[in-house]
């Protein structure tokens, strides 16, 4: 797509420190890492969302995912990964081409990225799954 610069950086029109390329999928480092090692993969085709991503891609994102993510454990000395994927504003999006966050993590690195609540009651929450469940498709 025209102005997305994902889309111009899977084409090798903005330049990319590239981690992994496939037919389908496209994988290169965040100029801002969480921690150095920090991958971000996108389908090469432009989707702007999870919402809007073909499903028939799922297998070969999570196949990158697996790759890349044992990779960059192996190359940074990680004792685990974060993979984050953000949808929307509110989420935390800033680029809209979908993309996955592969983050390294270490022992004790004290990084959280979320706060947890509880239900008022387990009725309360048995009636949000009822609500989800709904309107799944
Ligand atoms: P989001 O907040 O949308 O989930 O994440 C977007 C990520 O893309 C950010 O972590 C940001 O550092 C990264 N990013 C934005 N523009 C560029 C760019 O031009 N090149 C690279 N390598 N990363 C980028
Ligand atoms: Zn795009």
Known sequence: ???????????????????????TVYAFLDLNPVHKGHTLIIPK???????????????????????VGRAVMEATGADGFNVIQNNG?????????????IIPRFDGDGLAFWAQTKYESM???????????????
């Open 89 to 101: 504003r509110a989420a935390g999006q800033e680029v809209e081409h979908v993309h996955w966050h």
């Open 1 to 23: 797509m025209a102005d997305c610069i994902f889309c111009m950086i899977a084409e090798g029109k903005i330049p990319s420190s590239k981690v992994f390329e496939s037919d």
């Open 123 to 137: 009725d309360a929450m048995n009636a949000m799954a009822a609500q989800i469940r709904a309107r799944l498709v």
């Open 45 to 67: 085709k432009h989707a702007k969302d999870l919402l809007r991503l073909p499903p028939e891609l799922g297998r070969d994102i999570v196949e990158a995912m697996q790759n």
